[in-house]
């Protein structure tokens, strides 16, 4: 009873956030709108015993990418929202059939009535075992994520940097 | 709470993120949006996992994980890059930033 | 919601709250005093026991200061954003106490209802990173909703400064997890009874000194307080709050304060270790508290002590020393940790001078390399 009710609160969260964060015209609302969505997911994750994923979810995601976007919402805009211009794009209500259709297709199986898998089996969560997946068949791809996020930043501070231009004239002495 | 219940939680969020991806003309509530369907995508794994009948593959976990940090240094990545527009262009409004359209 | 898992939630939380909060209005009061010797002068010295004149050596201060703080007018300027805030002084005292649950505090009272600590997690250490970082988007938060430029701008330098301190942070309590192999605070407090703390080897020594100065500047303490220093930008990013509001933001810095503190002690120090433990083992208690009285009394004296950092000097500090540094520790341990599974003396001893002989002339390199070259002047009109 206690997970059932803790489930749909999470999702109530989780879905009140991320309809939010998409429909607030002002942007800082709907980064902070944003962030209870990763939270409400971060219970998810720690309901279905995934806990070492629900901390590395809080840690990314509220504590470095919503920071990162935030800047980023600093950064480019005036920021309580451009109130003259329209806040959806010219092509709004094929989007949203569109993403109708996508959810009436993903919800086919369910729809057809396939049988549901038993309970879940009891797991005992365990970093450790995480650790030694980590070292033992999933080496390479941890030293192809190190590269990545090695190429991401040089990337980014690249991009947001922008090209110095040569100045024309020295300055003076 | 059984697996359906969680596919179809993953479904709506997908959907919610997948609108706002299109329906939005702020490039940054496009990353908002894609952001929101990379952790629907999460979930879905998660989900798998927990009612799968090994779970001590930890094949969900890994592979959140790596989904976790993929999707932070995408974001990183395109917010430089967003940054980079708005020097350009003023505005990171899709709607008017179409100079590679033919007139 | 059972009535017996309510009252074993109420029994582990409430004591920390009730304890910490003591600890908090007896920290001010020190805090003020310390300063002021340090400083040569006295400090608060008037208010004892309220409606009596006994002042003992200012000791009601606190007390004083509280009902101050309630009283004051809430001042909310026009244009701000009020729902944030509201929010922001919540948001920041929230993680701040959620924290002191992972701590591996025995009281004794609780030994029949639950273990050991509030929250008996396996992965202790990674969630109290994960929450810290919660403290970051309370100060931008602060910083935005005030509506004012130099809230603005102090909430932007406090958050990039946690941000960069984050990493050497989060780097040194890696070592520690090396060593014992497990994130669970219980496990790493119990593995270092007998005085087998570790700060008492080289590498433990140089993770401890890079975790403290990392969490000075976490809470933003002196010398790291350019955002909210009173001669550089008014308050930083909590000039607008006035009152109560006030009150639970300094409530927060303070738990915060005893939170990492405490982290400190179960990762380095021992957590709880100490003589006696044998005969009365309610004394691990009082040991713990103790450490982190010392820890804070060293914050409190580094306080009054040293200048402030420049906002260039603090950035470099981070990314161009403490991160090659604490890089270079995670790698001087894991060779040590595989030297220590040999088990001869001869390979220990080595492994010690070679790990402070690495450590010690990494850092004069690094010192060296950030001092920058300071010519002496060449004064082009005083000739």
Redesign the interface.
């Known amino acids: 009873m206690?997970?059932?009710l803790a489930?749909w609160v999470l999702?109530a969260i989780?879905?009140l956030g991320?309809?939010v964060?998409?429909?607030k015209r002002n942007?800082?609302h709907?980064?902070?709108a944003?962030?209870v969505?990763?939270a409400g997911?971060s219970g998810?994750?720690l309901l279905?015993?995934?806990?070492?994923?629900a901390?590395?979810?809080?840690?990314?995601?509220?504590?470095?990418?919503?920071?990162?976007?935030?800047?980023?919402?600093?950064?480019?805009?005036r920021v309580a929202g451009?109130g003259g211009?329209?806040?959806?794009?010219?092509?709004?209500f094929?989007?949203?059939v569109?993403?109708?259709a996508?959810?009436v297709v993903?919800?086919l199986?369910?729809i057809q009535q396939l049988p549901?898998?038993e309970?879940?089996?009891p797991?005992k969560?365990?970093?450790?075992?995480?650790g030694k997946?980590?070292m033992d068949p999933?080496v390479v791809?941890l030293e192809v994520?190190a590269l990545?996020?090695t190429a991401?930043?040089i990337?980014?501070?690249?991009?947001?940097q922008?090209v110095r231009m040569p100045k024309e004239e020295d300055s003076p002495e | 709470m059984t697996l359906h219940h969680y596919l179809i939680l993953a479904a709506v969020l997908f959907c919610v993120g997948l609108m706002g991806a299109f329906t939005r003309r702020n490039a940054i509530v496009v990353l908002f949006s894609v952001e929101i369907m990379l952790n629907a995508a999460n979930l879905n794994f998660i989900a798998f996992w927990r009612y799968s009948d090994n779970p001590e593959l930890l094949h969900g976990p890994m592979f959140t994980l790596f989904a976790i940090a993929v999707a932070a240094a995408e974001v990183a990545v395109g917010l430089a890059l967003v940054i980079a527009v708005y020097r350009h262009f003023k505005t990171v409004d899709l709607e008017s930033i179409d100079t590679l359209r033919e007139e | 919601m059972s009535l017996e898992l309510i009252t074993d939630i109420l029994i582990a939380t409430v004591p920390l709250m009730l304890v910490f909060a003591t600890l908090f209005a007896f920290t001010t009061w020190l805090e003020r005093k310390a300063l002021a010797r340090i400083q040569n002068r006295i400090g608060p010295n008037k208010v004892g026991i309220p409606c009596t004149r006994i002042s003992l050596f200012g000791l009601g201060q606190p007390a004083a200061d509280g009902i101050k703080m309630l009283f004051k007018e809430d001042i909310v300027p026009r244009g701000a954003d009020r729902l944030f805030h509201l929010l922001a002084p919540i948001l920041a005292l929230i993680p701040a106490m959620l924290v002191l649950c992972f701590l591996p505090l025995e009281f004794p009272w609780t030994k029949s209802l639950l273990p050991v600590q509030a929250f008996l997690l396996d992965g202790a250490v990674i969630f109290f990173f994960a929450i810290t970082g919660l403290n970051t988007l309370a100060v931008f938060m602060a910083g935005w909703a005030s509506r004012n430029k130099y809230s603005l701008l102090g909430g932007m330098r406090a958050v990039a400064q946690m941000v960069s301190y984050e990493i050497p942070l989060v780097l040194s309590a890696v070592i520690v997890v090396m060593m014992v192999g497990s994130l669970n605070a219980a496990v790493i407090a119990d593995a270092q009874t007998g005085f087998n703390w570790f700060v008492f080897s080289p590498w433990g020594f140089a993770a401890f000194v890079i975790f403290f100065i990392a969490a000075l500047a976490e809470t933003n303490r002196s010398p790291f307080d350019l955002p909210e220093a009173e001669s550089e930008i008014i308050a930083g990013y909590f000039t607008e709050y006035s009152g109560f509001k006030f009150a639970l933001f300094f409530l927060g810095e303070y738990i915060a304060m005893f939170a990492i503190s405490g982290l400190a002690v179960t990762l380095f120090l021992g957590g709880g270790d100490g003589p006696g433990l044998a005969a009365a083992p309610w004394l691990s208690v009082v040991w713990f508290l103790a450490k982190i009285f010392a820890l804070i009394a060293v914050m409190i004296w580094l306080r009054g002590t040293l200048p402030r950092l420049r906002v260039d000097q603090l950035m470099g500090f981070a990314w161009k020393f403490m991160l090659p540094l604490s890089i270079l520790n995670i790698l001087v341990a894991g060779f040590a940790w595989h030297a220590q599974q040999q088990g001869s003396t001869t390979i220990t001893v080595i492994t010690w001078v070679a790990s402070i002989a690495i450590l010690y002339g990494t850092a004069s390199g690094l010192n060296q390399l950030n001092r920058g070259s300071a010519r002496p002047r060449k004064y082009k009109y005083a000739e």
């Not at chain 1, 969560?125 to 995480?130: A, G, I, T, Y």
């Open positions: 206690n997970e059932q489930f999702a989780a879905v991320a309809l964060a998409v429909r942007l800082i709907g980064v902070f944003l962030l969505f990763f997911l998810l994750f279905l015993l995934a806990e070492f994923i901390a590395v979810q809080v840690l990314v995601y509220i504590g470095a990418v919503g920071v990162l976007l935030l800047f980023a919402i600093m950064l480019t805009e451009d211009q329209r806040m959806t794009s010219r092509g709004w094929w989007g949203l569109m993403a109708v996508v959810f993903l919800l199986p369910a549901s898998p309970a879940a089996q797991i969560p365990s970093v450790e075992e995480l997946k980590l999933y791809t994520m990545l996020l991401a930043l990337g980014a501070v690249t991009a947001a922008g």
